[in-house]
């Protein structure tokens, strides 16, 4: 676990440094990615789903970028977008792609449909983050 919390804090910290974020701005993009991570394993652990997993882990990743970006003055995307780097199903992505190209049928759907609801719990997630906060801006206003 502790190597998978460490290769998520580089992960982001790699995308953060990509996105050309600054100084501390760095180093919070790497702990949202290593908490993400953390929260996604411990949901995971509980549950054993991946929907819901990714769902919360998503939910998180949302309202940590909306506090950073006002703490650091600095957009949110830049922050959602470095933090949920480890949610991303890249192995499921990647045996669907090997599925069609080998033309294994059952790896491709298999693999396509696990890759399809993650993105769709992650998306989920971030959108839910989105309306609360709309409306919340909309009430203190």
Same mark, same amino acid.
């Given at each position: 676990?502790?190597?998978?919390?460490?290769?998520?804090?580089?992960?982001?910290?790699?995308?953060?440094?990509?996105?050309?974020?600054?100084?501390?701005?760095?180093?919070?993009?790497?702990?949202?990615?290593?908490?993400?991570?953390?929260?996604y394993l411990m949901v &995971?652990?509980?549950?054993?789903? /991946?929907? @819901?997993?990714?769902?919360? !882990?998503?939910?998180?990743?949302? %309202?940590?970028?909306? =506090?950073?970006?006002?703490?650091?003055?600095?957009?949110?995307?830049?922050?959602?977008?470095?933090?949920?780097?480890?949610?991303?199903?890249?192995?499921?992505?990647?045996?669907?792609?090997?599925?069609?190209?080998?033309?294994?049928?059952?790896? &491709?759907?298999?693999?396509?449909? /696990?890759? @399809?609801?993650?993105?769709? !719990?992650?998306?989920?997630?971030? %959108?839910?983050?989105? =309306?609360?906060?709309?409306?919340?801006?909309?009430?203190?206003?």
């Amino acid at each position: 676990m502790i190597i998978q919390l460490g290769a998520a804090f580089v992960g982001s910290i790699g995308f953060a440094i990509f996105l050309k974020m600054k100084g501390k701005q760095i180093f919070y993009a790497g702990l949202g990615g290593l908490v993400t991570w953390f929260i996604y394993l411990m949901v &995971f652990e509980m549950c054993q789903s /991946d929907f @819901v997993s990714n769902l919360i !882990a998503a939910v998180f990743v949302g %309202v940590f970028a909306e =506090v950073m970006a006002r703490v650091n003055r600095a957009p949110s995307t830049i922050f959602l977008t470095a933090a949920a780097i480890p949610l991303i199903p890249g192995g499921k992505l990647y045996y669907t792609m090997y599925g069609l190209v080998s033309k294994d049928q059952v790896l &491709f759907v298999e693999s396509g449909m /696990d890759a @399809v609801i993650i993105a769709l !719990a992650i998306s989920l997630g971030f %959108v839910v983050v989105a =309306v609360i906060k709309r409306y919340a801006d909309k009430i203190l206003k």
